[in-house]
């Protein structure tokens, strides 16, 4: 499945979540991530995350599609992180 992840964490805790969601998707841009994920990853994700969030103060935001061929991406201003796959 394809994903769009977003996240807001206490000062403290960003580090930490930006290092986590950089295992598993594409940063894009500040606390925005993207990419292709099977349902056992995201689990894992989940779990990770919530052993660095503190569920009071903090959210994790993931909208879902099945392929990302059904999201239309537009950008204005500029790219944070572009998305290129070298071989």
């Given at each position: 499945m394809y994903i769009i992840l977003v996240y807001d964490v206490g000062q403290k805790r960003t580090g930490k979540m930006?290092?986590?969601c950089r295992?598993?998707?594409n940063?894009?841009?500040n606390s925005v991530f993207e990419g292709e994920i099977t349902e056992v990853k995201l689990k894992e994700l989940y779990h990770?995350?919530?052993e660095i969030m503190d569920e009071e103060e903090?959210?994790?935001i993931?909208?879902?599609s099945?392929?990302?061929k059904w999201l239309e991406k537009e950008i204005v201003g500029k790219e944070r992180s572009?998305?290129?796959t070298m071989l």
């Open positions: 930006l290092k986590l295992k598993y998707l940063w894009i841009q990770r995350a919530s903090d959210s994790l993931v909208f879902k099945r392929d990302s572009s998305i290129d």
